[in-house]
């Protein structure tokens, strides 16, 4: 959170460094018909007076600007660069496509048509990847990494990741010392629509982000209570709580003087099982109203987060009876999961009588799909149920929003 809204200034501020003269201006540009345009040739309406040395425009650019043929404009005013570029997601496995400047400073560019999905970007600027300063929409990422601008890019219908006018939950931030860590942490917290209001105790879903991410990932890239509470409107899913804490050892943003915790030196924390185990869920038994036996606790991630839950799920069968790898970050040179799993494998009568539901998915083009399917092949050996789902996709959320959608369905049915 602190980390995102620092990223924000310092681009800001970067950008604005470089736009010695700004201006506030709308640009107007027609929906191109090619698939890249860096054209700058429409007309750009200037409106309002000259902005003293120093101050804010007050109006943003249209950047992104979605046009209905489903390409999208991007624009950035910066007079003084010399080369900018449109990188990220957004380009389809290309590299970065060079944007043009027009004669009052902004640079454009026009990408697509796209399929409609939730496609991450950044503008390159003299090789610095920076956020869209003109877009509020921003991924969140843990310190070290860079913050990522989005564009939803919608369908001929609405999507299961939109929000509809259904009934809606609450997204609760909770503060708490993490004994196992030794620093204050945030965790987040969705609770289903009107908890409030009833006295009814829910099952509870622990959702893990991944390595690119915050505790924040799931709302902010991921929409899981959205995608949650349409499917409790359509009646094809429980209402529960999700619990999604932060995976990486690190002390809380905005909580006091900055404390790094020494002797971090892998993706997955040894330090996070303990505050998971010890911390999260005894706090979260003892604030909210929760059903607390394993039948109904599930334990879900993607990639860093999906190891995690394959790890702590397999090993705590007396915690949780439903545990979920998105794309998990197992095998090469991430998590051994082989190595933890010695007395799960040589249980399979006891893990099947157990588990209510092992799920295992990745895409097709992830680079993590070999170690996945690896896995699922000696879970089938050694007899242990599961249900396993390949997709196409890369390792992008595109496919972990649809994971979501399809096993929330499956938890928590008598």
Known sequence: ?????????????????????????????????????????????????RVARGGFPTAALVSPDVHADRTVTFRFRAPEATQVSLVGEINQGKGP???????????????????????????????????????PAIKPVPPGQTTNSFVEIPGDSIAFYDSRPVPHGDVRLVMYESKAMGVTRWMW??????????????????????????????????????????LIADHKAQPMIVVMPQGH????????????????????????????????????????????????????????????????????????HYVLGFSAAIGGQFLQIDDELDNFYSNSQVDNRELKLLWISCGRQDFLYQSNKKFVETLDAHDIRHIYRETEGAHVWSVWRNNLNDVLPLLFVQ
């Open 97 to 135: 496509q060079p944007m043009s400047k027009d004669e009052s400073g902004i640079w454009s560019i026009t990408v697509g048509p796209l399929a409609p999905e939730i496609w991450i970007y950044n503008f390159r600027i003299q090789g610095v990847d920076i956020i869209d300063p003109s877009n």
């Open 189 to 230: 917290v969705y609770t289903p629509p009107n908890y409030d209001q009833t006295k009814t105790k829910y099952p509870v879903l622990y959702l893990l982000h991944g390595n690119g991410e915050d505790q924040s990932g799931w709302v902010r890239n991921g929409r899981a209570n959205i995608i949650l509470e349409n």
């Open 249 to 320: 050892a690190l002390q809380g943003a905005s909580v006091g003087p900055i404390v790094r915790l020494q002797g971090e030196t892998s993706m997955f924390s040894p330090r996070f099982p303990k505050d998971l185990l010890e911390d999260v869920i005894p706090l979260v038994e003892s604030r909210f109203r929760v059903l607390s036996d394993a039948d109904h606790r599930a334990i879900a991630g993607l990639s860093m987060g999906g190891g995690q839950s394959l790890s702590i799920g397999l090993t705590h069968l007396n915690q949780f």
């Open 1 to 49: 959170m602190l980390n995102q809204y620092l990223c924000y200034l310092l681009s800001s501020l970067f950008i604005f460094a470089l736009a010695a003269d700004c201006q506030v201006i709308e640009t107007k540009i027609p929906s191109p018909s090619s698939q890249v345009s860096t054209s700058s040739s429409s007309p750009v309406a200037t409106r309002g007076s």
